[in-house]
T-cell receptor, first 118, second 117 residues
Framework: AQTVTQSQPEMSVQEAETVTLSCTYD???????LFWYKQPPSRQMILVIR??????QNATENRFSVNFQKAAKSFSLKISDSQLGDAAMYFCAYRSAYSGGGADGLTFGKGTHLIIQP | DAGVIQSPRHEVTEMGQEVTLRCKPI?????LFWYRQTMMRGLELLIYFNNNVPIDDSGMPEDRFSAKMPNASFSTLKIQPSEPRDSAVYFC???????????????FGPGTRLLVL
């Protein structure tokens, strides 16, 4: 079974600064998908960014980018120019590229609580 | 386009009562997932459906939990009888189907916060 580990329960960053959230995963599969979801106090799960494992290029979405290191099984999220609205729980998630069984569901890390200091 | 709709948003009930949570997936999405979020266990997959058929229910904690998807636009998660340890936020998510690529993104509903006293 796959596992996802987020080693930082909480991170704090000054507004307008850059912060990096860490995520590592364990899998024996070669093809999979990785996601970062944001959960603000409203508890809505919002997709931030997505990465396909077969793509070497790191995904970017405006101020959000990832550093995907497949060999190291690492998938960190970088938030540039942090804004107050970025304050939330951030979850890293893994999904196998193979269908069937429980493979289609997402496996989540425990989350990182991001605090933005004004 | 409307997102995933869940109801109720909040539910407070007493131990032993039946609880039914409802979900309407995004139109055109063929896969539907139920997740549970607790402080202790984080986000866990309970069950998912593809084309209204349950594919994997290995995450359902016990026989008190059951889920149905009678049609493409509606699913229920039922707990009978409910217990205090069932208190959690229950999320429904949907995606286009069991295909790969960009369709891999699951879109989540707002969740139902359940409190069993």
């Amino acid at each position: 079974a796959q596992t996802v580990t987020q080693s930082q329960p909480e991170m704090s960053v000054q507004e307008a600064e850059t912060v990096t959230l860490s995520c590592t995963y364990d899998t024996s599969e070669s093809d999979y998908y990785l996601f970062w979801y944001k959960q603000p106090p409203s508890r809505q799960m919002i997709l931030v960014i997505r990465q396909e494992a077969y793509k070497q290029q790191n995904a970017t979405e405006n101020r959000f980018s990832v550093n995907f290191q497949k060999a190291a099984k690492s998938f960190s999220l970088k938030i540039s120019d942090s804004q107050l609205g970025d304050a939330a729980m951030y979850f890293c998630a893994y999904r196998s590229a193979y269908s069937g069984g429980g493979a289609d569901g997402l496996t989540f890390g425990k989350g990182t609580h991001l605090i933005i200091q004004p | 386009d409307a997102g995933v709709i869940q109801s109720p948003r909040h539910e407070v009930t007493e131990m032993g009562q039946e609880v039914t949570l409802r979900c309407k997936p995004i139109s055109g999405h063929n896969s539907l997932f139920w997740y549970r979020q607790t402080m202790m266990r984080g986000l866990e997959l309970l069950i998912y459906f593809n084309n209204n058929v349950p594919i994997d229910d290995s995450g359902m904690p016990e026989d008190r939990f059951s889920a149905k998807m009678p049609n493409a636009s509606f699913s229920t998660l039922k707990i009978q009888p409910s217990e205090p340890r069932d208190s959690a936020v229950y999320f429904c998510a949907s995606k286009v189907g069991l295909t790969q690529g960009i369709q891999e993104t699951q879109y989540f509903g707002p969740g139902t916060r359940l409190l069993v006293l």
